[in-house]
């Protein structure tokens, strides 16, 4: 698996930088999915062919990742508007 990861783990990155447009967040969901990777690589169901499984991991989490800039920035653009005058 340590292998596995090496070998593709540039290419992950890129992937992740792709859809974030942030380096370190990039490397950080690359990480993050890595490791939970690792715990659950019993739940693997294709164990010959793990790449793809590593892939939607990481695209799943950019997802979130996006998910969450998009809720914080409503929620500043939100703070940022006047309060409507009850007249």
Request: proline share 3%.
């Amino acid at each position: 698996m340590a292998e596995l990861f090496r070998r593709h783990h540039a290419g992950l990155v890129h992937l992740a930088l792709l859809i974030l447009n942030d380096q370190a967040t990039a490397e950080d969901v690359v990480q993050d999915a890595l490791a939970d990777v690792y715990r659950k690589a019993d739940a693997i169901i294709d164990h010959a062919r793990p790449l793809p499984y590593i892939r939607a991991a990481v695209v799943n989490r950019c997802r979130t990742v996006l998910r969450r800039r998009r809720l914080r920035w409503r929620m500043v653009r939100d703070q940022r508007r006047p309060a409507a005058c009850g007249l």
